[in-house]
T-cell receptor, first 113, second 117 residues
Framework: GESVGLHLPTLSVQEGDNSIINCAYS??????FIWYKQESGKGPQFIID?????DKRQGQRVTVLLNKTVKHLSLQIAATQPGDSAVYFC????????????FGTGTRLTVIP | GAVVSQHPSRVICKSGTSVKIECRSL??????MFWYRQFPKQSLMLMAT?????????EQGVEKDKFLINHASLTLSTLTVTSAHPEDSSFYIC?????????????FGPGTRLLVL
């Protein structure tokens, strides 16, 4: 499969601080990327997506940045809250073939009250 | 967002029995459904992709005769783990996508935790 990986497997932040979760991908043909949040014992929850014709997209308290030159993706969470504690996965969609998502290894975010 | 449900949420069975897991898209028609498997502290591993009315496409290393997938309608897909063994114990997650277009969002179910004794 494709290689989608994360730089940091765990991240701890103080409540109220901003969080940045990073992801590297290897396939330059990928043109659609999604961030998912997974809480313990639950399925992944869609957070935000971005297409390769953009380099930044903002949602509510979240921003995704895409750097196609170095094949890097990041998720920024503003004013992190205890409810943000979860595992975050990036996923890439490859244009050719089965049009499936490939998931990274995940980063566990722990918010310290 | 779109809602995907799974049933049951948790199942315990004896080794050698078969277990069926249902995945439903509640408020949209899912042309394509996906089945994933997730081991503790690991990422999601795609097992198979199914399009409504056609045979599922299995990923390399996934036994199609052991993990039977049926996608008989646009809102329901089932995964049957046949002759389950303890090594099949895992968290099984389905997802659904409304279209086959590139970049369409996949929505995930809440997962089914299977424990084979």
């Amino acid at each position: 499969g494709e290689s989608v990986g994360l730089h940091l497997p765990t991240l701890s932040v103080q409540e109220g601080d901003n969080s940045i979760i990073n992801c590297a991908y290897s396939n330059s043909a990928s043109d659609y990327f999604i961030w998912y949040k997974q809480e313990s014992g639950k399925g992944p929850q869609f957070i935000i997506d971005i297409r390769s014709n953009m380099d930044k997209r903002q949602g509510q308290r979240v921003t995704v940045l895409l750097n196609k030159t170095v094949k890097h993706l990041s998720l920024q969470i503003a004013a992190t809250q205890p409810g943000d504690s979860a595992v975050y996965f990036c996923a890439e969609n490859v244009q050719t073939g089965a049009n499936n998502l490939f998931f990274g290894t995940g980063t566990r975010l722990t918010v310290i009250p | 967002g779109a809602v995907v449900s799974q049933h049951p949420s948790r199942v315990i069975c004896k080794s050698g029995t078969s277990v069926k897991i249902e995945c439903r898209s509640l408020d949209f028609q899912a042309t394509t459904m996906f089945w994933y498997r997730q081991f503790p502290k690991q990422s999601l591993m795609l097992m198979a992709t199914s399009n409504e009315g056609s045979k599922a496409t299995y990923e390399q290393g996934v036994e199609k005769d052991k993990f039977l997938i049926n996608h008989a309608s646009l809102t329901l897909s089932t995964l049957t783990v046949t002759s389950a063994h303890p090594e099949d114990s895992s968290f099984y997650i389905c997802s659904a996508r409304a279209g086959q277009g590139h970049g369409e969002t996949q929505y995930f179910g809440p997962g089914t935790r299977l424990l084979v004794l």
